[in-house]
């Protein structure tokens, strides 16, 4: 064996990707999350939270976080298990099985550990999981833990799943089960997954159906119910719809909605539920005032399609192009990376904060910004970050 230290290529590594441009910098938030923050000294406008309806500074949700803790403790004491298992978890996971009118839910501590810990139990040896190539890193992930044969399908490309599924029919000794796994909203793109059809695929295959709607919910469907219900589909067509409470809920939290059979399954053998820690009951009480509100106030919802509508509409009518997006995430294309850096530095100067997604998060000629929209984004919000994108797009020759 070669003699180095044992942490030389830690500064190595750090170092490789500095040079090829592919370390995160880090920017520090010095306020609370709102349309308007304070980021690394500078006022800015928000356009890259995750935060869809502004829940995360909401009063109400805010207040329940601060009164669970006094009632309850800053942290559960142990795994929901062993000895963590508080009313107020019981009580959040049927309020929301309650907002999505199913028979069952399970939360978890957060999005990525609910898939890393249920997907891994779905499927064994000679079992299969067909899975769109735009998926989510804690579905990569999830899959990976599993010894199942895993089939990858072009991004939602139809005729390609329908492909693989007629060769996994064929397989031999037969599949005993398959899931296929999507995004219901793809985060680069902001564009949706074609649920009906991949539901009509895998009814004829008989299939179970995996939706991760983290982006979904709180934005799509009947007072922000999510993606299936955006779609008019039943539990019966898609079997685990999972979410997180960190998102349009601004929150924390991951979570799953279907059968009873599927909580129970869920909580027996997903292993980040079960061996780690119970969510504080605070952030579990945030949770539940967060989908109260959700239900008291729907006008949240449709003022983040309103911005969203504006923005489009106006980033267009310059020349930008936003691709594919169907949702809040709205990605300004900007082709190489360097123009979407030079883009993002432009309008940060003007006081716009939005960030550049670049090779290798999106293919290298498809470098954009990604720009989210809010509920409480005023049009005078708005206007000033289309009027920096524009005065920045003419600098870098976009438009
Ligand atoms: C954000 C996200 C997750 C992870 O959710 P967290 O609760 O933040 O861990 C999982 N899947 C998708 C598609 C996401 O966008």
New binding site residues.
Partial sequence: MVKRHPTAYFREEYERLVRENLNWELRVLQSACEPVCMVDGRKVIMMCA?NYLNLATHPKVVNAMVEATKKFGAGAGSDRSIAGNMSIHEELDRRLAEFKRAPASLT????????EGLIPQLCDRGDLYVSDEL?????IDGIRLSHADRAIYKHKDISDLDRIMEKAERHSPPYRRIWIIT?????MDGDLAPLPEIVKIAEEHGAGVYV????GEGVLGEGGRGIVSHFGLTREQVHIE??????AFGV???HITGSEDLRNFAYNKARTWLLSAAVPPGVAAACKAAIDVLEAEPQLVERVWENRRYFIEEMEALGFDTGNSETPIVPIMCGRSKTAKDLADYIWRRGVFALPIVYPMVPREKARIRVQLCAKHTTEHLERSIEAFKEGGKRVGLI
């Fill in positions: 995750n978890f501590q957060t999005g990525f550990m609910a898939n998926n989510h890193g804690s579905i995004d219901g909203v793809f985060s991760d709607d983290a982006h999972m979410g997180t409470f960190s998102k924390m939290g991951g």
